[in-house]
């Protein structure tokens, strides 16, 4: 079984610039999770799609950022315009149930602002 | 405020060290509690859980954690460690109806050969 799978690994943009990252959670996966990490901080929620929805966005910190999930089945998060802040490492993770099912993460994308 | 907190920010070991990793939580209602590791390189993956019943809980790798309601605490222990187990660990909670994941912010472990 494929795991999650994360496009590009890393991705180095200047301040101003338009990135798009873009995840493929495990196939049959309807859960689909955005969380970030700040260097030197914790990994924190951004969003989550239950299939093409979004089930809560609470985390996404302002609007430059976009997430669609069309289709339910690949996600993109489009950062836009992008800022220094913005740098870190996005991981996505996908689960079949929500209650009792783990989260399957992805190997994340290094996403540097200069 | 729903938040997790991990004592230790770098742990450094020896070869068959026994470990335990502190995490303290946050959260109003039944908790579901994870630990997660990241090796170098390589993406999270999960150590252990607990939902329910039984709060020691065995994980991969000889891990095992255990939930003490009273004090807000699901530590983690190995009782010797192994130089591949040199890793970042993180604790992590939701909510019994599962949904995002609150982590803590890693303890980065590094054990001697």
């Known amino acids: 079984e494929a795991g999650v799978t994360q496009f590009p690994s890393h991705s180095v943009i200047e301040k101003g610039q338009t990135v798009t990252l873009r995840c493929d959670p495990i196939?049959?996966?309807?859960?689909l999770y955005w969380y970030r990490r700040v260097m030197g901080k914790e990994i924190k929620f951004l969003l989550h799609?239950?299939?093409?929805?979004?089930?809560?966005e609470s985390g996404m910190p302002n609007n430059r950022f976009l997430a669609e999930r069309t289709g339910g089945t690949y996600s993109t998060l489009k950062v836009q315009p992008a800022e220094l802040e913005d740098s870190g490492v996005y991981f996505c993770?996908?689960?079949?149930?929500?209650?009792?099912?783990?989260?399957?993460f992805g190997p994340g994308t290094r996403l540097t602002v200069l | 405020a729903q938040s997790v907190s991990q004592h230790n920010h770098h742990v450094i070991l020896s070869e068959a060290a026994s470990l335990e990793l502190g995490c303290n939580y946050s959260?109003?209602?039944?908790?579901?509690l994870f630990w997660y590791v990241q090796y170098p390189g390589q993406h999270l993956q999960l150590l252990l859980k607990?939902?329910?019943?039984?709060?020691l809980v065995k994980g991969i790798k000889g891990f095992e954690a255990e939930f003490i309601k009273s004090k807000f605490s699901f530590n983690l222990r190995k009782p010797s460690v192994q130089w591949s187990d040199t890793a970042e660990y993180f604790c992590?909670?939701?909510?019994?109806?599962?949904?995002?994941?609150?982590f803590g912010q890693g303890t980065e472990l590094s054990v001697k050969p």
């Open positions: 959260y109003g209602g039944t908790v579901n």
């Open positions: 992590a909670v939701n909510g019994n109806q599962g949904g995002k994941l609150i």
């Open positions: 799609f239950v299939k093409e929805s979004k089930q809560d």
């Open positions: 607990y939902f329910s019943g039984d709060p």
């Open positions: 993770a996908s689960t079949q149930g929500l209650v009792t099912n783990e989260q399957f």
């Open positions: 196939s049959g996966h309807d859960n």
